[in-house]
């Protein structure tokens, strides 16, 4: 008789509450916070929590805006130290990380060898592990989908405590479901990620000016085939004829041979960002320089002057390396302490393309007649995917950035829930990633009933204990 392993619960012992933040700094929670550097520690945890109904919130590089990566009621785990590169195989491109790396890992470790991310964010401080549960896009939603379709495999430790590989062919149910789950089901262990080939240190940049919403849409129409990468900065302040103002960039993939710089391009002291803004500036001050600007005049003053400026470079295409293009809002370090001592919120919406133009200058309406217009907004094309509780679809998306100050908190938090409406309305989506406002009668409404009934069996089937929790999950999920 084969005798029975006795499972102890191992001690964890809890450090003292810490301030732990929203990116956009509109909420927070004390919490005590493990870092766990190994699978082992992760697995202790998780079975100790099992056993205390202790509530986890998993954690990445903390670069969701609102309240997906806090926790008010248990403790967080922060996964940034478990992030080693663990293999690339040059032959293939497929890297294998913890998920606890981050994009900005993944670009420097393959970029020399010819191989850039298929997929990355505006910054490059996400971690695998929070841009696989968001299910990130990036500016060539259009081309290439999202994150979760370049995973060739991961393991996963499910909430009560069972390690599994999964692929899309081996447990896919959990494969497809993990990835765009919000942290909710368990937590990424290994990931392997096919990177994608490329020939030149710099792409092929083409800036075009639009005079408004029918401009816009009609240039990624016509341009969206011949581009690998297409984002806009609309102007929300502009209204009438001018609404939808702004400048694209299109982006396109030099071919084999036609960098003549080529691979010297590729190399890391060419890629980073400069350490300096126009030369003088030291980026890491340029928030400060910003701030007189941060208030409703100065960032209409703003959006004006881009709009002026990219005029005079309409259609003077450039040739600019991968991370400067990708992360221009890294340029900034702490651009975001401009809000302070007042906070932001990010609220994107995401709309069937048939209908988003109008659903778009609906949105843009209502802010202009509220008084709360958003500083910034960009705006990509996107299609849809196979994950459970993706945000992508066939269609186009609006990510605007408002400020949140005591004075205006109520207003706007009104603002958006009329927003909500117009989404909902067209069919449209939003995105957990980027959500500090949304209610359980909007999400219960905008995700089909199929994929939320099997979103909650799941939940019951890897995490009994429920010891998964958010924040932002109980605010939309457990709040009725
Ligand atoms: C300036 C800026 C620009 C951005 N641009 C884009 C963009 O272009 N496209 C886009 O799609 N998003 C964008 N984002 C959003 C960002 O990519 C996502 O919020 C992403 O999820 C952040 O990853 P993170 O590691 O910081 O995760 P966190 O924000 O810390 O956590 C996100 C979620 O992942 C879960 N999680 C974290 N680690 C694990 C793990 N190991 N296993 C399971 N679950 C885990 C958390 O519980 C949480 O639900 C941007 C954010 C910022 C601040």
Known sequence: MVAKKKITTPNIVLPKPEKVEAWGMNSFSHSPVLRPKTEKEIQDIFLWANTTKT?????????????????????????????????FDLATGIMTVQSGARIRDLWQTGIEKGYWPPVVSGTMLPTLGGALSMNIHGKNNFQVGTIGEHIKEFTFLTAKGDILKCSPKINSE???????????????????????KIYAGKMRISPVVVKNFDELFTYFEENYKTSDYLVGWIDAF??????GRGQIHKAVNLKEGEDPDYPQNCKLERQHLPSMLFYIIPKKWMWILMKPFSFNLGMRLINFAKYVASILVNHKDYYQGHAEYAFLLDYVPNWKFIYKPGSMIQYQVFLPKDTAKEAMKEI????????????????????????????????????????????????????????????????????????????????ESYFPKENLKK???????????QILQTDLYKRIFLTK
């Open 364 to 443: 843009f309406t209502l802010g202009q007649k509220a008084g709360i217009v958003n500083y910034l907004s960009v705006f990509k094309k996107h299609k849809p995917d196979p994950f459970l509780l993706t945000h992508s679809l066939d269609g186009f998306s609006m990510a605007m950035d408002f400020p949140v100050t005591k004075a205006n908190k109520q207003k706007l938090w009104e603002l958006c829930y009329a927003m909500d409406e117009v989404v909902l309305r067209n069919k449209g989506k939003f995105y957990f990633a980027k959500d500090s406002t949304l209610r359980n009668r909007i999400m």
């Open 238 to 243: 502009a209204s009438g004829k001018s609404m």
């Open 174 to 196: 959990l494969f497809y479901s993990a990835i765009s789950g919000f942290g909710m089901l368990g937590c990424f262990l290994t990931v392997q990620i096919k990177m994608k």
């Open 455 to 465: 979103f909650y069996a799941y939940k019951k089937k890897y995490d009994p204990n």
């Open 55 to 87: 509530k986890i919130a998993l954690r990445g590089g903390g670069c969701s805006y609102g309240d997906a990566a806090t926790n008010s009621e248990g403790i967080v785990l922060d996964l940034s130290d478990f992030n080693q590169v663990l293999n």
